[in-house]
Nanobody, 121 residues
Framework: QVQLVESGGGLVQAGGSLRLSCAAS????????MAWYRQAPGKQRDLVAV???????NYADSVKGRFTISRDNAKNTVYLQMNSLKPEDTADYYC???????????????WGQGTQVTVSS
């Protein structure tokens, strides 16, 4: 199985920065898609940013120009650099990866446990 461990959340003032990390471990053959989602209280979980195995990225309009997703394939880790944070960025952030456990396996999706980000005004 695959385990995802997230870190880097916390409390920050508006305009500040945080860097989230999500490390995958387990019997992983390959990882394709890596992404970050967020869920504010009482709201649905929304996609924030995604990065493919080839390095292509896509962002939610609300974070374009402020957040940067990156990955270290050697470490099976995905990062989310968050700059110019706003109070509306406050949410629980979850990583999500698409991974195969063997050559013959199909791609499965795994979630991290979530890390809380709070931006004060």
């Amino acid at each position: 199985q695959v385990q995802l461990v997230e870190s880097g959340g916390g409390l920050v003032q508006a305009g500040g920065s945080l860097r989230l990390s999500c490390a995958a471990s387990g019997s992983i053959f390959s990882i394709n898609r890596m992404a970050w989602y967020r869920q504010a209280p009482g709201k649905q979980r929304d996609l924030v940013a995604v990065i493919t195995s080839g390095g292509s990225t896509n962002y939610a309009d609300s974070v374009k120009g402020r957040f940067t997703i990156s990955r270290d394939n050697a470490k099976n880790t995905v990062y989310l650099q968050m700059n110019s944070l706003k109070p509306e960025d406050t949410a629980d952030y979850y990583c999500n990866i698409g991974a195969r456990l063997s050559y013959a396996d199909y791609e499965r999706y795994y979630w991290g446990q979530g890390t809380q980000v709070t931006v004060s005004s």
